[in-house]
């Protein structure tokens, strides 16, 4: 029975078809095939990065890098701009020029958010000044690692935790975390949503430190 079944495997090969019992057809390039490249998982698989090797390679050098600073904390990989960040505002702070701030990092956002108003206003899909403000733009998704898209919504956790703790401790801020996200945080949104046209609602810092910001119309 057994020989049987292997004759009648190898006079269906011969045929040009599978073994009995083996999904699909003869392999690319074969009569009767899809040519090659076509429909071949590994002819025709590509990463994307094509020509890009060597600028992929310098980013995995630098997180591996990064990742591997353990002294005098573990960094984290956004860590050079959440330093930034955080300079920033505690010059403001100690300048008594907050507000002057916030305005103005709205005022240099406002070639991009004018772009997603007029698609709103194109689609009256206000989803649209979502995906500009969070999910395309890098100057959020590198500073928010762990940022999560949801219809209308968008879920990350404030990034200054760490830095702001380390830089407290030896004198670079006084600045908290609730401070930041109320002189900082909430008043950017709330800004670039009256560019676009929209209305936000942007959450309190919670004790698990994230931060929900949705569509309110």
Known sequence: MIEAKRAAGTEHAR????P????????????????PGVGNPIEARTSGFEGREQLLG??????????????????????????MHLAHVQFAKNQGLLKEV?????????????RMKAAVEKTGNQEIALIGMFDRTACHYQLCL???????RRVFKAPYGLVLEMGRRIGQFDLTEE??????????????????????????????RKITVELAD
């Open 146 to 152: 762990d940022s999560v898209t949801e219809p209308g």
């Open 179 to 208: 401070e930041i996200h109320e002189v900082w945080t909430k008043p950017r949104f709330h800004g670039y949503a009256a560019v676009v046209g929209i209305r936000l609602k942007v959450s309190d810092l919670g004790p698990d």
């Open 58 to 83: 310098q980013a995995v050098a630098i997180a591996i890098r990064t990742l591997s600073d353990a002294v005098p904390y573990q960094h984290e990989i956004n860590d050079a701009l959440v330093k």
């Open 20 to 35: 009995p019992g083996v999904a699909g057809g003869p392999p690319p390039g074969v009569t009767g095939g899809p040519p």
């Open 102 to 114: 916030v305005a103005d990092d709205v005022e240099r956002m406002k070639p991009m958010l004018l």
């Open 15 to 18: 045929a040009g078809g599978p």
